[in-house]
Nanobody, 121 residues
């Protein structure tokens, strides 16, 4: 079994910062792309940022220059540093990772349980 556990969400004022973390654990052979998605009420889930195992990153246009994605391959963890937060960043943020199982050697997409980020004064 593979599990993704997120942490770091919460309530922050506009202009503030938060750092999200997501740790993968279980029967892991390897992890390729890891990323963060978000879903606001009444909207579809959208990609915020992702990062390959080689460190190549991409960002959704509205977060470029404000958010930074990084990963610690040794600890199977991905981070999302969010600065200059805006009310429109309010959403549930989900971690995603493409993981090859060490037992089956199948590669599947796994999701975290989601963490709420609320930007409000």
């Amino acid at each position: 079994q593979v599990q993704l556990v997120e942490s770091g969400g919460g309530l922050v004022q506009p202009g503030g910062s938060l750092r999200l973390s997501c740790a993968a654990s279980g029967s892991i052979c390897s992890i390729s792309t890891m990323g963060w998605y978000r879903q606001a009420p009444g909207k579809q889930r959208e990609l915020v940022a992702d990062i390959t195992d080689g460190g190549v990153t991409r960002y959704e246009d509205s977060v470029k220059g404000r958010f930074t994605i990084s990963r610690d391959n040794a600890n199977n963890t991905v981070y999302l540093q969010m600065n200059s937060l805006k009310p429109e960043d309010t959403a549930v943020y989900y971690c995603n990772a493409y993981i090859t199982s060490s037992t089956t050697y199948y590669t599947l997409a796994y999701w975290g349980q989601g963490t709420q980020v609320t930007v409000s004064s």
